[in-house]
Structure formats: structure tokens, C-alpha cells
């Protein structure tokens, strides 16, 4: 079992100690950094958009890398960090639609980043999808992010590091097959491009099928990554990136009322399974690809330039029909959810890095300027009269289809535009100081042939951080940062309604102490987004709301021998709302006040030579519904178990099995108006031949 790369190195003395950082950041995207074997910890640009050690970082960050997806056999997106802090992973249940995260007790819709750009999620359903096998880490910055990415909510950012090409020849043909008709065969192949020692290339396919949670829903997939890395020059290399993916089948609408899932009924309880939609009419077929490069030239000793580019495009057709909620009824009326349309999206970060190093401090300098544009065109057939279901004997086929003259034309555009700057300054190899400044300027529009809603807006987002250094591993810190998201829409009076505005202060410490292969973070912070808007007595909404969350996280990951390896997190959120001017500071839906995870690998080579075991258990306490939902009861805490075992039968081959929530718990994992089933339990398994 590889070693964990978080032992803490002895902090830099001089210029030289930092060659092995500057080597890397010469060879690979600043986006793009791997673990650097020097007992070193992970270095990331996600955080700072500069290349740094996480633990020299005065925020909240997470990583999960390529490594441990494969050991957890993650095959969705919105499980790669149910072992992390902070993170509630599939508040909604199994969506085979869309990857759902909730960030210290925001949604964290819009947070989903891949390679520092943004992944445009909009229209309510247009959903880039993000495939876990072709990701070589993921990036986890908790908190408000906008001093680097702009708009964003306040929970935080996850952004995805894609596979990209390496030195030397390697590959990875993986086949799997599992319960709910689970059938996947990936590629992962990388060399250096024959007879050139200055290119090399990378491709990564997957193909996927398996059956939905509910009765009568499918997935199929298909996945194609190509990538190419140039070193133009001994001062200048690019890497280009691309991706193709389609998916297509019945998705799974899984919105169930509260009567029959978390109320007893005279009729029982709504089988998780049981289908509230049209399985014949239901339908989703989304085609998306990019196609982008990542640009770095070192101008000279100081001086670098870094620029990354993406173009995307995602064509939607979705056909979704759902029940409505209730808590006292079998018989439900149902809706449907109609979108046909596509868009395109461009975006641009470039960035001057600057550093310099004196006798008794370092520092680094960044200046950007970054621009993101959407083109969305689509048809909305949303119907809220799609007749009636019973939700214990579900009948289907008594529905009129929706007719194309009921369509509602939308011609969505966005843009935005972003200038910042930061500084990062160390002093005596004990300090770390941290400031930053950012101007926004965004306009976007929603044009139908009868409304408009516009935005026109100018935003400042600042960001300060401070960080002590001690010789016994321990770093305290303090930051601030802050956040904002335009809203789409004007009050009474017609005037526009101002961004939502998020602001956090967060403390915690670091520590990594010399001698433990691991690290250990803590972090308590206190977060707030204003504007928010309420139903007021009057009638229209008016923004004085607020959205509050305070908590305390713990994250460790380390080896406690040489052959045990242990990842643990626990964490308390108490995230609170305004909904109207009679109800205020409500419990949140869907984040537990409590929440503790812990995964346990054991290396057995040394008694049975090319055995590893691994097991996990979750904790996620219990939640509250949504006020004014009309549900008077709490969703119940429930604990899960997860486990593998693999073989390495050679050098070569080795297979693998994974068994998520062992004893197929039947659990609510949520409420708003609806309630949602979590997942059910889940066995693959999988051959696989690398060299």
C-alpha cells in the first residue's frame, strides 16, 4: 500500500529548500500539482490559485485523491467526500441525474469546479456531470471562495484535477460488475509520445450501465478523455485537455411524500423502490464536451505567467416526471420537469505570479484577470397538472404528453468579469500573512417571449488570512473571506435585488507533527450569507433575510502503523434561516447538527502477501424538514457500514470488492417538502490489469 504523502517536512531555510517546489511548478499546471515525494505535504493551487502546501494554508481545505476513489470504488461524483469533513454527500438520496453536496450547510449547486474553471450548472437541470474515473484528484476549499473564482456560494468550492499525461509509460484497463445491473470497462492509458522526449499523451474511456434506485430507471454512459502535454520550451509548457460524454436512459425522480417514508401509515411504508413518475415517458439524454488548454511560461527568476482556457458544450433533452409532496394522503397529484435546449460556455483565467526571497522572508504575488461567458438556449415544458398517482400502487400510463406548443422559449446569457489580487508573505519561517481583493462585474439576462430578468451588477470580495508556524507541527490560523451570488430578479418597486452576501470568520490549527505519516486539522468558523428573501405579511419578497452557520470540524488522515492506515472526520453544523418575518432563525434542512465518519485500511501483505482489507462506518444525525412544510418531526439519525477487500494476484492483476451500506439500511436522508430515500446497498466488483 503506497505511502501517505502528508509527513511534515522541516520548513524552508533558504532558496534552495524550495527547489523541489519550483522543479514542480516548472513541469506540471499549477492546477494540476501532485503530491511531491519529499516528505512534503499536498501541494494544490485551489486554494490560492498559487501552488502551496495545504498545511501552509490559512483555510480550511480537503483532498481525496485518485487512490483512494479507486479503494472506495466511487462511481458517482457526490461520494467522493463522505469520509471528509464538512461535506453532507447525497442529501437527496441516489440521483443518477446529478451530484449533490451540501458545504457547511449551503448547497453547493454552483461550487463545482474542474481544473480552477468553473462547470456551469443552469436552468435549474442543465448539470455538467463530472466522471469520477477520469479525475486524478479532488480539491475540496471550505468556506467563501469569491476572492479567487467570483461568484460562488458560500459553502465553499470542489474542484476536480483531471488526468493528464505523465513522464513515464503506464495504463489501466478495469472491468466491473456489481448488483442493480452495475457493468463498467474503463482505460487509462499514458506514455510519452514515441521518439519525443518533450510530448507526451493521455487517454482516459470509461463505459457504464446500471439500473436507478427506482423501478424502471437506467444509466448509460460513455466517457472519452484525451490530453496532451508540450514542453514548447525549457520556460514554456502547455497541456491540452478534452472531453466527450453522453448520458442517456430513465433518471431517477426520486421526490416521495412524508406520509408512508418518514410517517407510519395504515397502508405501511412507500417501498424505496417504488417509481412516482412515467418510466415509459421519462427520459434524459445529455451530450457534453470540452475542449481547453492549460498554459504556464516562466518569464524569469520572478516573474510567471499562467493561463487556463475552457470551451463547453452541453446538449440537454429531459423528460422527468415527479408527485407532489403531502402528509396525509396516498393519493398525489404529480408535475413534470421539461427541458430541451443547449448551451455553450467559455472561460478564461489568466495570471502573473511573482516571487521573491529575501535573507529572513519569501513572498509570492498574484494579479488575474479572469472571464467566464454562458450562451444558454432552451425550451421550458415544466406542467404542474400531470394527474395523479397512489403512492403505495402506483398505475402508469394515464398522462397526455406534454405538446410542443406549451413550450416556453428562454434565451439565457452571462457574463463576468473578474480582477484580483493577492499577496502571500512569510516571514522568519514562522509567519504567514494572507490578503486579497477582487472586482466582479456581472450582467446576465432570461429573456421569454412575454418576461426578462436581468442582473447588472458590480461587486468587491475580500479575503485576509494569518498563520503561525511552530517547530512541534502545530499552525494556528485566523482567516476571513467572503462570497457573493447575483440573484435574477427585482422587488415590488422593480429594482434589482443585490447579490447574496456571505462572509466568514474562520480559526484552526494544523498540525503535523515530524515522525507521523499524517495530518490532523481542526477548524471552528462562524458563516453568514444577508440579503436573503423573505415572504413578508405585505406580499412581495424583500431582502432582508439571513442564512447562518456556525461549526466546528476534525479531519485526520494517517498511518497509525506501517500497514494501518486510518481516515477520520466528525463534524457540528448548526446552519440556520430567516423564511418569512414570523419565521426566523429556523433549523435548516438536511444538515445534522452531528456528523463522524472513520475508514480503516489494513495492508496484509506481510502475513498474506497481496491482501488488503478496508472498512468504514458513517454517522449522520439527525435533520430537520423544511419549515412551513407542515412535517412535525425530525428525519432519525442513521449509521452506515462500507468495506473491500482486494488481491493483488501479480504485478499486474488484481482484483477487487466493495460492499457500501452492508446491512442495506432503509433510511430517510433528508426532508424539505419532500422526503428522499438514501441509497441502498451496493456491490461491485472488479478486475483489473495495470502496467
Not at 503506464?170 to 487509462?188: F, S, T, W
Not at 398525489?332 to 478564461?348: H, Q
Not at 442582473?455 to 485576509?464: P, R, Y
Not at 465518519?597 to 472498512?615: C, H, K, N
Amino acid at each position: 500500500m503506497p505511502r501517505l504523502p502528508f509527513a511534515r517536512r522541516p520548513l524552508a531555510r533558504s532558496i534552495s529548500a524550495l527547489i523541489p517546489v519550483t522543479a514542480v511548478l516548472i513541469c506540471a499546471s499549477a492546477y494540476a500539482q501532485e503530491t511531491i515525494d519529499t516528505g512534503t505535504t499536498v501541494v494544490t493551487a485551489t486554494a490560492l490559485k498559487v501552488a502551496t502546501p495545504q498545511l501552509e494554508t490559512p483555510r480550511s481545505i480537503s483532498t481525496v485523491s485518485a487512490e483512494e476513489l479507486e479503494t472506495r470504488s466511487v462511481n458517482k461524483f457526490d461520494e467522493t467526500f463522505q469520509y471528509r469533513s464538512g461535506v453532507v454527500s447525497q442529501p437527496y438520496g441516489s440521483d443518477n441525474n446529478a451530484d449533490w453536496f451540501f458545504l457547511r450547510g449551503f448547497n453547493a449547486e454552483n461550487s463545482t469546479y474542474q481544473d480552477g474553471l468553473r462547470l456551469f450548472r443552469t436552468g435549474g437541470y442543465f448539470w455538467w456531470m463530472t466522471e469520477p474515473f477520469g479525475i486524478e484528484r479532488v480539491d475540496l476549499l471550505k468556506g467563501p471562495a469569491s476572492i479567487l473564482y467570483g461568484e460562488a456560494p458560500p459553502g465553499g468550492v470542489i474542484n476536480a484535477i483531471s488526468k493528464r499525461p505523465t513522464a513515464e509509460e503506464r495504463g489501466l484497463v478495469d472491468v466491473e460488475v456489481g448488483n442493480r445491473g452495475h457493468r463498467q470497462v474503463g482505460v487509462d492509458i499514458s506514455d510519452p509520445v514515441s521518439g519525443r522526449d518533450d510530448m507526451r499523451y493521455r487517454m482516459v474511456g470509461k463505459y457504464r450501465d446500471s439500473e436507478g434506485e427506482l423501478d424502471g430507471t437506467e444509466k448509460e454512459s460513455y466517457y472519452f478523455a484525451p490530453s496532451l502535454a508540450v514542453d514548447l520550451s525549457d520556460n514554456t509548457n502547455v497541456t491540452f485537455l478534452a472531453s466527450v460524454q453522453r448520458e442517456e436512459g430513465v433518471p431517477t425522480t426520486a421526490f416521495f411524500p412524508a406520509y408512508g417514508t418518514l410517517y407510519d401509515t395504515p397502508f405501511g411504508k412507500i417501498d424505496r423502490e417504488t417509481n412516482l413518475g412515467e418510466p415509459a415517458y421519462d427520459n434524459i439524454d445529455q451530450q457534453q464536451a470540452s475542449l481547453g488548454y492549460e498554459l504556464e511560461h516562466r518569464i524569469n527568476d520572478t516573474w510567471e505567467f499562467q493561463q487556463n482556457f475552457r470551451y463547453s458544450h452541453l446538449d440537454l433533452d429531459l423528460r422527468s416526471v415527479y408527485a407532489f409532496p403531502s402528509n396525509d394522503s396516498r393519493t398525489l397529484g404529480r408535475g413534470i420537469i421539461l427541458r430541451d435546449g443547449e448551451y455553450d460556455a467559455y472561460t478564461i483565467d489568466n495570471r502573473l505570479v511573482a516571487r521573491q526571497y529575501g535573507e529572513n522572508f519569501e513572498n509570492t504575488f498574484l494579479v488575474g484577470v479572469d472571464y467566464q461567458k454562458l450562451d444558454l438556449e432552451y425550451a421550458d415544458g415544466d406542467s404542474f397538472s400531470f394527474g395523479t398517482i397512489d403512492a403505495f400502487e402506483p398505475s402508469y400510463g394515464n398522462y397526455t404528453p406534454v405538446s410542443s406548443a406549451s413550450l416556453i422559449d428562454h434565451d439565457v446569457d452571462k457574463n463576468q468579469i473578474g480582477f484580483y489580487v493577492q499577496d502571500q508573505f512569510r516571514l522568519n519561517d514562522r509567519w504567514i500573512f494572507l490578503a486579497g481583493a477582487r472586482h466582479d462585474a456581472i450582467e446576465s439576462s432570461d429573456e421569454t417571449a412575454t418576461t426578462r430578468q436581468s442582473v447588472d451588477d458590480e461587486q468587491l470580495s475580500l479575503s485576509a488570512g494569518v498563520m503561525y508556524l511552530a517547530d512541534n507541527g502545530l499552525s494556528p490560523y485566523v482567516s476571513y473571506s467572503e462570497s457573493f451570488t447575483p440573484l435574477a430578479s427585482s422587488d415590488a418597486s422593480g429594482n434589482a435585488y443585490k447579490p447574496l452576501e456571505g462572509e466568514q470568520l474562520e480559526v484552526g490549527m494544523k498540525y503535523a507533527p515530524a515522525g507521523f505519516d499524517g495530518y490532523l486539522t481542526v477548524a471552528a468558523f462562524d458563516l453568514k450569507e444577508t440579503n436573503s428573501l423573505l415572504t413578508t405579511d405585505a406580499g412581495p419578497q424583500r431582502q432582508i433575510g439571513e442564512r447562518t452557520s456556525s461549526g466546528l470540524e476534525f479531519e485526520g488522515v494517517g498511518y497509525l502503523t506501517d500497514d494501518l492506515q486510518l481516515t477520520a472526520s466528525y463534524t457540528y453544523t448548526d446552519t440556520r434561516i430567516d423564511v418569512s418575518e414570523s419565521q426566523q432563525d429556523e433549523r435548516a434542512p438536511f444538515v445534522p447538527y452531528h456528523m463522524a465518519s472513520a475508514w480503516l485500511d489494513y495492508d496484509m501483505s506481510s502475513t498474506l502477501p497481496g491482501f488488503a482489507v478496508g472498512a468504514g462506518v458513517r454517522y449522520l444525525g439527525e435533520t430537520a424538514p423544511s419549515p412551513g412544510s407542515g412535517i412535525n418531526r425530525d428525519v432519525p439519525s442513521t449509521t452506515l457500514y462500507d468495506a473491500m477487500a482486494s488481491y493483488a494476484i501479480n504485478d499486474s492483476w488484481t482484483a477487487q470488492v466493495n460492499v457500501n451500506n452492508i446491512t442495506d439500511e432503509e433510511y430517510v436522508s433528508g426532508c424539505d417538502f419532500y422526503c428522499y430515500y438514501g441509497e441502498s446497498r451496493s456491490v461491485i466488483g472488479s478486475v483489473k490489469y495495470s502496467w
